[in-house]
DNA sequence: AAGTGGTCTAGACCACCTC
DNA sequence: AGGTGGTCTAGACCACTTG
């Protein structure tokens, strides 16, 4: 047995599931390093009978850490750690939060900011007016200072503050008018960095690039952002987690 | 209730654990109309009643199908069935059915189909002994005759038909022995082409490579496929759907 | 032969919503 | 108040791999 019991600390009394306080430990230790890479959990019943919690919801705890990629069982052999820890970041985030849930520093250089008319790819993509008002945001996002992707968004001026108020998080902003989107359609192609993106992103004209053009909708299904991003393919990968096609469809 | 007990036929001695018999009834009920979109399934209970298994199991057999997106839990209330979801092609489906859907014949040009053993890393993804028996796949996938990918699969070999009997879908192969996927996770990689893959693929060398390593999972969680494509960035794109976060687990 | 994960049972109590 | 899902227990048997 690896795991000495001291660390697991568990309050019946709390409000939080037995199963998940434990999970929490278990990934606060795999995170730790106390069980490494590649080696065996204490089994099931040795956590059960350390933590004096039934094997049932021993199971429970591992069932998430399972679905989060941490663990992975090997029937009657053992319960390991996984050698590859993704991150499966498919729900809807905005470039800070992803790059804050892989660990990193997200930062903004500004190349454009300011109000416009939309073309006509636009104005169909936002459903909007031809003469309607839209906020463009073009910049160079930066990942722990490193310039990782330009992103060219366009959002109809009506879902957001004024201009100045805008910041760096578009997602931040549009969550404090109440416009967070719900859904959205990504799209992802590989390309070759034109030279404008070699010189911005730091990169030889030539390297690889990963295109992502992101639609994104309220709950209502109104449109809120055409964005355009070019990201560094040396640098970014995408995962996405997908399911079974659920009926009919 | 709007079930009828004789639709749920379970049988104690088949080797397919009782969870899973329950989830493919439900399933087939769901898709088949008998109960409606929105509507309440008889609750755990009464499920456990009518089928003679445990609550327990039961909740069980409806976690699988929560993970698949095809009922919705309310606390209190009841378990019910999802909202039908606009589903892009982000669903989970080989190349042959992908290409399909875009309106293109597929097509396979095979470089390799043997048994083997697997590496360390294939060991660890697919959840198999060092030991095991694993079948290597590898083929140029074509569309409408013109190469677009290179696509190495390995798979568990117990979970596929004997060798010779595979044919040109993997999934349809998978499918026969009833071994169909239900989740994956995708990862994905802008690239330039190697020599190899340039020849292979028709390309130049350096020209813009979209890899995607895939891993799927059967509704019991076992690791199904660790599959590493290589896709002509010039002719494929990638369309997947992103959602708030919902489901808990 | 011993240990492991995989499955299953028959109960129980809780917080919440309203069948 | 009665029903619902959410959690938890203390056992049990099985198929499998081999610490």
């Given at each position: 047995m690896t795991l000495e019991q001291g660390r697991i600390a568990l309050d019946g009394a709390s409000p939080t599931p037995l199963y998940l306080q434990l999970a929490e430990s278990l990934r606060g230790m795999i995170r730790g390093g106390a069980v490494r890479v590649g080696e065996a959990l204490p089994s099931e019943r040795e956590l059960s009978a350390m933590t004096s919690i039934s094997r049932v919801t021993v199971r429970k705890a591992i069932d998430a850490l399972l679905r989060e990629g941490l663990l992975s069982r090997r029937p009657g052999s053992g319960t390991y750690v996984a050698i590859r820890i993704e991150q499966?970041?498919?729900?809807?985030?905005?470039f800070s939060a992803d790059m804050q849930s892989r660990g990193a520093r997200p930062g903004s250089v500004w190349l454009e900011q300011r109000v416009d008319a939309p073309n006509a790819e636009e104005a169909a993509a936002l459903n909007c007016a031809p003469g309607a008002a839209v906020v463009r945001m073009s910049r160079v996002r930066t990942a722990d200072g490193e310039p990782l992707a330009i992103e060219r968004a366009v959002v109809p001026a009506?879902?957001?503050?004024p201009v100045g108020d805008i910041g760096d998080s578009l997602y931040e902003a549009l969550n404090r008018r109440g416009n967070r989107p719900v859904r959205g359609v990504q799209r992802l192609q590989s390309s070759l960095a034109t030279p404008q993106e070699a010189q911005l992103l730091d990169i030889p004209v030539g390297a690889a690039i990963l295109r992502i053009e992101r639609r994104s909708f309220l709950a209502n299904g109104a449109p809120v952002e055409l964005t355009r991003s070019a990201y560094r393919g040396d640098r970014y990968d995408f995962v996405t987690e997908v399911r079974e096609a659920a009926y009919g469809g």
């Amino acid at each position: 047995m690896t795991l000495e019991q001291g660390r697991i600390a568990l309050d019946g009394a709390s409000p939080t599931p037995l199963y998940l306080q434990l999970a929490e430990s278990l990934r606060g230790m795999i995170r730790g390093g106390a069980v490494r890479v590649g080696e065996a959990l204490p089994s099931e019943r040795e956590l059960s009978a350390m933590t004096s919690i039934s094997r049932v919801t021993v199971r429970k705890a591992i069932d998430a850490l399972l679905r989060e990629g941490l663990l992975s069982r090997r029937p009657g052999s053992g319960t390991y750690v996984a050698i590859r820890i993704e991150q499966p970041a498919s729900v809807l985030a905005g470039f800070s939060a992803d790059m804050q849930s892989r660990g990193a520093r997200p930062g903004s250089v500004w190349l454009e900011q300011r109000v416009d008319a939309p073309n006509a790819e636009e104005a169909a993509a936002l459903n909007c007016a031809p003469g309607a008002a839209v906020v463009r945001m073009s910049r160079v996002r930066t990942a722990d200072g490193e310039p990782l992707a330009i992103e060219r968004a366009v959002v109809p001026a009506t879902l957001l503050p004024p201009v100045g108020d805008i910041g760096d998080s578009l997602y931040e902003a549009l969550n404090r008018r109440g416009n967070r989107p719900v859904r959205g359609v990504q799209r992802l192609q590989s390309s070759l960095a034109t030279p404008q993106e070699a010189q911005l992103l730091d990169i030889p004209v030539g390297a690889a690039i990963l295109r992502i053009e992101r639609r994104s909708f309220l709950a209502n299904g109104a449109p809120v952002e055409l964005t355009r991003s070019a990201y560094r393919g040396d640098r970014y990968d995408f995962v996405t987690e997908v399911r079974e096609a659920a009926y009919g469809g």
